[in-house]
Nanobody
Framework: QLQASGGGLVQPGGSLRLSCAASGRTVSRYVMGWFRQAPGKEREEVSCISRTTGRALYSDSIKGRFTISRDNAENVMYLQMNILKPEDTALYYC?????????????????WGQGTLVTVSS
């Protein structure tokens, strides 16, 4: 089970850190990813991170502002979000994939968290 947390209301330009805690699963066995879905829009993958090296990929929409990381010892993944914009408002999900991460994030994620809401507004 994956549990995302850390969402909330923040002003434009602010920061938030999302967490994804795993129970019953060892995150080091999976490529982990963050997704988001804004109202009326399709779900978007924003980032993924490899199992052990910490290699990360980012979507162009958040590159340079967000940082994904993981702590395998604590079985947790993070998404540090800086310079937040109103268009970052969305429900953010974490997910775990059995597959491999090459030049792109895995196509399929088998396990999903329930989502945490991020609202960027003044």
């Amino acid at each position: 089970q994956l549990q995302a947390s850390g969402g909330g209301l923040v002003q434009p330009g602010g920061s938030l850190r999302l967490s994804c805690a795993a129970s019953g699963r060892t995150v080091s066995r999976y490529v982990m990813g963050w997704f988001r879905q804004a109202p009326g829009k399709e779900r978007e993958e924003v980032s993924c991170i490899s199992r052990t090296t910490g290699r990360a990929l980012y979507s162009d929409s958040i590159k340079g502002r967000f940082t994904i990381s993981r702590d395998n010892a604590e079985n947790v993944m993070y998404l540090q979000m800086n310079i937040l914009k109103p268009e970052d408002t969305a429900l953010y999900y974490c997910a775990a994939a059995r597959g491999f991460m090459g030049s792109t994030c895995p196509r399929t994620y088998e396990f999903w968290g329930q989502g945490t809401l991020v609202t960027v507004s003044s």
